[in-house]
């Protein structure tokens, strides 16, 4: 009889444990977004409220890359399409990511944004934008680079400038090169993803981040876009380490 309830307490305590186990897990895992990445449908009154010209614009032609190295290559391809717009004729293409391997990211680019690719680093990526737009017949526009220099008032100040001249027209766009996990306190690596808006009164910034598997639009604080601009690539990063970031910043010439 003491062997039988004793069967019958070790089955029940092991389908408690069972039970309890995955709970347990759940509650261990981190959120999808950290502290520093609000996904945008939590907060849309900016969205709604001001014309967000760029933030349209990019939703027209949001891309998820393409392989875990390919951020650089799917913000490229939403970049030009922003610039180039919805081609007139039915026959006519958008720019797509498959597109761009055989136009822009050829050769050493390609393998670089591959499965399993090394990424580019930050003046590679302006690179290939400036041959995109030539390549494009995008002769109207020019690139600005803009890397701060540190985390200085003085340089948050400056970012701060950019940010809310982009903000008032369609006439331009910025590409973030990022410490993505400085944001979403997640993957400790660099990253590459579109500029969608900026409210300036809130003091946030709207990445339209292409990590499509991982992540939705968010707003994170200009104060720590500004850091995820300048912390290096850890050593795990391979041919990264050490890389650290910017803005590229295309403008219509005047």
Known sequence: MTTAISLRFGACL?????????AVARENR???????????????????????????????????????SACAL??????LNFLRGTPKYANQTLITQNELLHTVFTGVW????????????????????????????????SVEVIR????????????????TTNETSADDLMLAYFNQGV????????????????????????????????????????VKLLEALLRPAPAAQGVLAGAIGGLVWIRRHP
């Open 148 to 163: 701060p220099a540190d985390n200085s008032p003085a340089s948050l100040a400056g970012l701060r400038q950019a940010l």
């Open 74 to 79: 799917a913000s490229t391809a939403m970049a």
């Open 183 to 222: 944001l979403t306190s997640d993957w400790d690596g660099p990253h590459v993803s579109p500029i969608g808006a900026y409210d300036s009164a809130a003091g946030r910034v709207l990445i339209m981040d292409v990590d499509r598997d991982w992540y939705v639009p968010y707003w994170s604080p200009e």
């Open 14 to 22: 092991l389908a408690f444990l069972l039970f309890l186990g995955p």
């Open 110 to 141: 390609a393998k670089k944004v591959a499965k399993g690719g090394a990424g580019v680093r930050f003046n590679e990526l302006v690179t290939l934008v400036k041959k995109g737009l030539r390549y494009y017949k995008l002769q109207d526009y």
């Open 30 to 68: 981190p959120p999808k977004f950290g502290p520093y990445a609000v996904p945008l449908v939590q907060q849309t009154g900016f969205i709604r409220q001001s014309p967000a010209e760029d933030y349209w614009h990019f939703s027209q032609y949001y891309l998820p890359q393409r392989t875990s």
